[in-house]
């Protein structure tokens, strides 16, 4: 074998050293010199261009961190407002750069628009030369094959012919893109590093669009259910509801379901005493207006999937059932009551509202208002907090008042909150704020015939939805994963030429030369080329060294499977 040096430049191999890529040729340092057709055509060629296209991904995903640390109007109103009133000199500044709603600003869509084109600007022509390229042939061998990085050569009595046909079916054999030309055989082979990198920017665009149609046209929204409630799919139902801009009423996907039951369990002894083990809600839930009743299971981070939505498991808590009577005996309220949890051992608080139906024993009509406050796990004495999640000593602190509870005025409040600018408080007979302490079936006397409060034994548990509807989902997912195998085969799939020239040299010797060309210099073309010249060389092994001229210094009947990259390859 003889060591060559190499000049692998496009020059000086001809169409073998063309371009092993479908990527365009970039010239971002000349500007134009003619009018403003020039400068369009400048400012396109920059926008697509594969550098600017990288700049644009890394200023969106830039962009993208201020919506992640700063509250945002669309996720949390209340947050901004908080932030708002704690930060008066930095607000008015975000408000001008648009920072509590970035998703939505100019700036943020004028880079996402940007980095939509130049995509899209950059994918096409190199999608039509990948095509050119596949319908193609591989070009034909540099009249100097000792130039490319990796080579090799020997002598053999086969026929020309024989080597050649024996190449061709060699290189078919192992997958290459192969054909006769002239008196050498051509081969190209790693076609789908540039599908891959064609498929990765591709998935880029599905990515942006499904990220794009999501944000418009999702919708987000919570419901509390009682066990036994129902919900049917429709903005009057929620009690929180987030959309996307483009978001219809309409658009909601038809379904309704019923909470049969909940159930959590709890870790009962050890260090991890009171660790949820089982939080699962049991529905029966149908598709559309008409649709069959189902019965399923939703639990943590296992949602129940219909169409576009996804109904998942959030929160959870304990619900009293409460009957209360007036003066007379009369059930004026009877209904369970949720209440929400304050710690991890589920002690609760809430209000119960009786706004209708109650008169006091000389037949005054007022209303009710009822703080509770609900223990699952009472310690006794003095403890104001639940020990443990589960029901094992259920305790229910009430404190009553009456009056006006302020809901005729037509102004909304919490059903969880108590005004109490125009309620009184009960009194006991110390003249004290009336409190007391209930166990389930216990009930509350009120001061002078005013009636009575019961904590039924049913206690009910309520479980909390988030029902997510997001159009774009599955698309996403889509582009992601063919974003990574694009991109994995961009990596690990190398482009490559072979080619294989047999002559007879001036003796009547057959003399063969391989080499093989990469997009990169790499080790694994001279590899690659080592194991089929060693295959080629059992076919058509080295010829004698008598039948070798005496002055030739190549007289190389070795192995043939040793190939000598050119000097400066990488070996």
């Known amino acids: 074998m003889s060591k060559t040096t190499t000049d692998t430049s496009p020059e000086g191999l001809g169409a073998a050293g063309s371009q092993l ?14 009018g403003v057709i020039g400068w369009a055509r400048w400012f396109w060629r920059q926008l697509t261009s594969m550098r600017v296209a990288l700049l644009l991904l890394l200023l969106l995903s830039l962009g993208a961190i201020p919506g992640s640390l ?43 628009i940007l980095l939509f084109v130049s995509l899209i600007g950059c994918i096409v022509p190199r999608t039509w030369q990948f095509v050119g390229q596949l319908r193609g042939r591989p070009p034909g061998a540099p009249k100097r094959l000792d130039r490319l990085p ?39 082979k790693g076609y789908v590093r540039e599908l891959g990198n064609l498929v990765f920017h591709i998935a880029l665009i599905v990515l942006l669009t499904a990220f794009a149609s999501g944000q418009m046209f999702k919708s987000d929204g919570t419901k509390l259910m009682v066990e036994g ?53 049991r529905i029966a839930y149908s598709e559309g207006a008409y649709g069959k009743q189902r019965s399923t299971l939703v639990k943590v981070n296992e949602p129940l999937k219909i169409g576009d939505s996804k109904v998942y498991l959030v929160s959870h808590g304990y619900a009293p059932v409460i009957t209360v009577r007036d003066g007379k005996g009369k059930v004026v ?72 509870l302020g809901v005729d005025a037509g102004i909304s409040q919490s059903v969880y909150q108590l005004d109490q600018r125009h309620l009184k408080g009960y009194k006991d007979a110390k003249g004290a704020q ?104 059992d076919t058509a092994p080295g010829a004698p060294e008598s039948t070798a001229p005496a002055d030739d210094d190549t007289n190389d009947d070795s192995d043939a499977s040793h190939v000598v990259p050119a000097e400066g390859a990488e070996q």
């Open 150 to 188: 990796a080579y090799t050569t020997w002598r053999t009595t086969a026929d020309p012919e024989q080597v050649r046909e024996t190449a061709l079916a060699l290189l078919k054999k192992r997958r290459f893109r192969a054909h006769l030309v002239g008196d050498a055989v051509a081969a190209e």
């Open 229 to 281: 409630d129902g919900f049917s799919n429709a903005l009057p139902m929620y009690d929180d509801f987030k959309s996307g801009s483009m978001f219809q009423a309409d658009d909601l996907v038809p379904f309704s379901f019923d909470l049969k039951s909940f159930t959590g369990t709890y870790e009962m002894t050890g260090p991890n005493r009171g660790t949820p083990r089982t939080f699962q809600a």
């Open 21 to 34: 890529s479908t990527a365009p040729q970039e010239d971002l340092s000349t500007p134009p010199s003619l």
């Open 434 to 537: 009336l409190r007391d302490n209930l166990k389930p079936g216990q009930t509350m006397t009120l001061p002078n015939g005013a009636g009575t409060v019961t904590f039924e034994k049913n206690i009910k548990e309520w479980a909390g939805f988030e029902i997510v509807q997001e159009p774009g989902g599955g698309w996403a997912l889509a582009g992601a994963l063919a974003a990574i195998f694009g991109l994995a085969a961009s990596l690990f799939i190398q482009r490559r030429r072979v080619w294989v020239r047999a002559v007879a040299g001036p003796d009547g010797v057959t003399v063969v030369e391989m080499a093989g060309l990469g997009r990169s210099e790499s080790a694994k073309v001279p590899e690659e080329l080592s194991d089929l010249a060693g295959t080629l060389y």
């Open 70 to 112: 700063i509250p945002q109007t669309g996720a949390d109103a209340n947050k901004v407002d908080d932030f708002r009133k704690a930060h008066g000199t930095l607000a008015p500044v975000y408000d001008k750069l648009g920072l509590f709603h970035v998703y939505s600003s100019v700036w943020f869509s004028a880079i996402y």
């Open 333 to 404: 309220y009877r209904d369970a009551v949720p209440l929400l949890p304050l710690d991890g051992n589920v002690t609760s608080q809430g209000v119960i509202k009786v706004m209708d139906g109650y008169r006091d024993a000389q037949g005054t009509k007022e209303q009710l208002g009822i703080r509770a406050f609900f223990l699952p796990t009472y310690g006794g004495g003095a403890n104001v907090l639940s020990q443990f999640p589960a029901l094992l000593n259920p305790v229910l602190n009430l404190e009553p008042y009456h009056g006006d």
